[in-house]
């Protein structure tokens, strides 16, 4: 497949990793869409020994890339979410990172998922019977369009990595702006444990594999949108599976 490279997005302003877990990072950075549309969306760094894999990336600036190296050394980037993605080419050029994606996805601009300009590729792309480069983890697929994965790890009785499924907005965060707390709120982004809106409407995931989701048994799960949630992971979420599916 051709590609049309294009200039890595910038940094925006981001927190600090926190250990939400052993041996599981997150930090929150900033998506920008136009005009003064911003909100957050957050990168997990699982450790595992020496190595870091990073998941749903976002580009950090050079203190926060300084913490990155002292937790180990970057050697891997999943993808799991088709509307994220935009930094992982970042990562791949800076560390030599393998760049792993679900099979369906493509890197294109914005979210015009048919259009013909791909402008970076991965080495893997996954399916469910990959074998992933984290030890004991699982990929689960739902075939929405395109398609959406999540990383069902053995760690802490059982921890989901999330795209744009699984979202846990109790509260705005600090890195979304006046306007989009408006926006996001009357469009049903600001809600504890929730399925994401907009994936939800506009990827249109089949209900049965959203039911699937909570036999999963999960205790965690570790957000691209919203707060971390530690604990009680399929009690919290059954709310939210059964109002999609009906």
């Known amino acids: 497949m051709a590609l049309t490279p ?3 997005p910038p940094a925006h302003p981001h927190s600090e990793l926190v250990e ?10 900033t998506m920008k869409l136009g005009g003064p549309m911003r909100f957050g969306r ?23 890339l300084a913490a990155l190296d002292k937790l180990g050394k970057v050697t891997d980037v999943i993808r799991i979410a088709g509307n ?3 930094d992982d080419p970042f ?9 792993w994606m679900v099979k369906g996805q493509r890197y294109v601009g ?58 846990h907005w109790a509260e705005p965060d600090a890195y979304t702006s006046g306007v989009a707390k408006v926006v996001m709120k009357v469009m049903g982004f600001i809600k504890p444990h929730n399925i994401g809106p907009a994936w939800l409407k506009k990827c249109k995931p089949p209900a049965d594999q ?36 009906r």
């Open 110 to 167: 914005g979210f015009k998922h048919g259009a013909p300009d791909v402008y970076f590729d991965a080495a893997v792309e996954m399916d469910t019977t990959t074998p992933l480069p984290i030890d004991g983890a699982k990929l689960v697929i739902i075939d929405s369009r395109p398609p959406e994965g999540l990383l069902l790890l053995p760690h802490h009785g059982g921890t989901i990595i999330s795209g744009d499924c699984f979202q």
């Open 20 to 29: 939400v877990l052993p041996d599981l990072f997150v930090v929150t950075g």
């Open 91 to 99: 990562y791949a050029d800076r560390y030599g990172a393998k760049v």
């Open 84 to 86: 994220h993605g935009m």
């Open 42 to 64: 957050n990168m997990t760094v699982v450790r595992q020994g020496e190595r870091l894999i990073l998941v749903n990336t976002v580009r950090l600036d050079g203190n926060g």
């Open 210 to 245: 959203l039911r699937a989701l909570a036999d999963l048994g999960f205790a965690n799960v570790l957000t691209a949108h919203g707060a971390s949630v530690v604990g009680n992971g399929v009690t919290l979420y059954r709310p939210a599976i059964d109002r999609a599916t």
């Open 6 to 8: 294009r200039p890595f």
